[in-house]
């Protein structure tokens, strides 16, 4: 199933309008959904992989996704995550796609 391309962002525009709703109401407190953020490259890195099934983008999408998801457990504090963290991603994903070559 394949969705138009302005979908994404309107689904992002969507969730974060109702979590901010629900925010208003006091249903949901969300205390800083600037933290949240990286939700944003991991829905990137799901669309990459449900759009493309070449090796090149299955590799560099699990990168985004990992990248998103080590930044997110970052901002939540549970893991300490530095910014240098995306270099060696990088470099991890250019090896693999070197390799699949």
Do not use: Q
């Not at 099934?53 to 504090?77: E, Q």
């Amino acid at each position: 199933m394949t969705f138009p391309r302005g979908s994404f962002v309107a689904v992002i525009l969507i969730v974060a309008g109702a979590l901010l709703f629900l925010d208003n109401l006091g249903l949901l407190p969300i205390h800083n959904i600037g933290d949240y953020w990286p939700l944003a490259l991991v829905a990137w890195g799901l669309t990459i992989f449900e759009r493309k099934r070449t090796v090149h983008s299955l590799i560099w999408a699990t990168a985004v996704v990992v990248f998103g998801c080590l930044l997110l457990l970052g901002n939540l504090h549970i893991i300490h995550v530095t910014g240098s963290i995306f270099w060696p991603l990088v470099l991890i994903a250019f090896g693999a796609t070197m390799l699949v070559s």
